[in-house]
């Protein structure tokens, strides 16, 4: 699919499309049809977009109001149909807690306020599964982790996060017309990523950090492009994670030996995910295409 502007086509912002998630989202965007701009602090090759720190206001105004001649040289100014928010400081620790905390907060409430003020009434960002409670050190509530988990907040990057989803069921209730969808994406990884993953059975704990959940690059764009499909109004938040775990012992084994004293409340597959994705499966459509065991896909990647 080119990506060059038309008129014809849906036009998507996605900031941070230069990302570990976002070039694959890019991507994926375009190859279903879709215009994208880019807004980054870097900029993304051939695809239109601008540099811009969001977490001042006023660049972010003018970043979602990018739709002129002056970006679009021959192309008639369209509207953005909807914003995918993936742009932020990714983890914790990464920059001192009180800026890393400002960042990513101050730009999710930008982009939230300029779009809502620009009348782009649908925005998708990334939240986090840090939000339930991660690093899960010590005995979680129950398993498979769900979005009826209560939310805990152990560092300032989850907290931003936690805060966030809080942040847009006020922006929903202040005006109705808003679909703003949160999703709780798990450790992004791409294929060069996974011949690591076999040294992980060596040493159970050493990723019980997250229930030993990660998210392929190319589901996280699926289930983006799902949930802007996705007809409804408010705010909404959803676990996105594979299907499976980054182990080779079965998840049961894994939770009796790790978690011994956390409640079951399932049968558990035999390399099921511990974050549970059936709500995401059941709303959105998604189902998870590619595996760490099988890098041939193992879904229709049309869907």
């Not at 190859?31 to 900029?43: C, E, K, N, S």
Request: aromatic share 10%; proline share 7%.
């Amino acid at each position: 699919m080119s990506n060059q502007p038309s008129s014809a086509r849906p036009r998507i912002l996605v900031t941070g499309g230069a990302g570990k998630l976002g070039k694959v989202c890019v991507a994926d965007l375009l190859a279903h049809d879709y215009d994208v701009f880019v807004v980054d602090t870097v900029p993304v090759q051939g695809v239109p977009g601008i540099i811009a720190d969001l977490a001042d206001f006023g660049q972010t105004l003018d970043a979602l109001s990018s739709v002129g001649q002056e970006i679009y040289a021959g192309v008639a100014p369209q509207a953005f149909k909807a914003i995918v928010h993936l742009a932020a400081f990714p983890t914790p620790r990464q920059y001192p807690d009180a800026h890393l905390f400002q960042n990513n907060m101050m730009g999710t409430y930008n982009i939230f306020e300029a779009a809502r003020r620009l009348g782009i009434n649908q925005v998708i960002w990334a939240s986090s599964e840090t939000t339930l409670g991660e690093p899960f050190d010590e005995a979680a509530p129950y398993a498979p982790v769900d979005e009826e988990y209560p939310l805990r907040a152990k560092s300032a990057y989850a907290l931003a996060k936690v805060l966030m989803e809080d942040m847009a069921r006020q922006f929903c209730y202040q005006t109705p017309a808003l679909k703003l969808v949160g999703l709780r994406f798990s450790n992004v990884m791409e294929p060069a990523d996974y011949a690591k993953f076999p040294a992980y059975n060596d040493d159970p704990q050493e990723r019980k950090w997250n229930m030993w959940s990660y998210i392929d690059a190319r589901d996280g764009a699926q289930a983006i492009r799902k949930a802007l499909e996705w007809d409804v109004t408010g705010m909404h938040a959803f676990i996105i994670a594979n299907a499976d775990t980054v182990m080779t012992t079965p998840s049961a084994e894994l939770m009796a030996t790790v978690f011994p004293t956390v409640p079951v409340k399932k049968a558990l597959a035999e390399h099921e995910t511990l974050l549970s994705i059936e709500k995401a499966r059941r709303v959105l459509g998604y189902e998870p295409a590619f595996s760490w065991r099988n890098e041939t896909p193992l879904a229709d990647e049309r869907n």
